[in-house]
Nanobody, 125 residues
Framework: QVQLVESGGGLVQAGDSLRLSCAASGRTIRSYDMGWFRQAPGEEREFVAAIRRSGHTYYDDSVKGRFTISRDNAKNTVSLQMNSLKPEDTADYFC???????????????????WGQGTQVTVAA
C-alpha cells in the first residue's frame, strides 16, 4: 500500500506560481510511475502530468511549457511546479501512483493504483 498526501494548494492570482507536493509513505515511489490529475467542479478528472520511473515526463497540452513535474525518490516525493497560472487551472489536484502502466494509458486514470485526497487550487482572474 502507498499512501499519498498532497499539499501546496491555495488561492492565487492569474499569472502567479504554485508548487504542489505529494508525499508518499508505505512504499518507495521508486517502483511507481507517478501522475498528477485535476478535477474541476462538475467535470471529469483529467490528466495533467506524469513522470515514469525512468524519469521521462508527459504533459497535457494545456499545461505544457507552464507546469513541470519532478520526483525525488530519496525523499519519496513528487512535485508539480505550476507557473503562469490561469483561471482555467482552478481545480482539485490529485497525486497518483501506478505500479504497472503501459505508455498508452499513462495519461488516463486507469492504471493508477493509489490516489491522494487532493489539494485545492483556485486561480482568480
Amino acid at each position: 500500500q502507498v499512501q499519498l498526501v498532497e499539499s501546496g494548494g491555495g488561492l492565487v492570482q492569474a499569472g502567479d506560481s504554485l508548487r504542489l507536493s505529494c508525499a508518499a509513505s508505505g512504499r518507495t515511489i521508486r517502483s511507481y510511475d507517478m501522475g498528477w490529475f485535476r478535477q474541476a467542479p462538475g467535470e471529469e478528472r483529467e490528466f495533467v502530468a506524469a513522470i515514469r520511473r525512468s524519469g521521462h515526463t508527459y504533459y497535457d497540452d494545456s499545461v505544457k511549457g507552464r507546469f513541470t513535474i519532478s520526483r525525488d525518490n530519496a525523499k519519496n516525493t513528487v512535485s508539480l511546479q505550476m507557473n503562469s497560472l490561469k483561471p482555467e487551472d482552478t481545480a482539485d489536484y490529485f497525486c497518483a501512483a501506478a505500479s504497472r502502466a503501459i505508455l498508452s494509458t499513462i495519461t488516463t486514470p486507469m492504471p493508477y493504483d493509489y490516489w491522494g485526497q487532493g489539494t485545492q487550487v483556485t486561480v482568480a482572474a
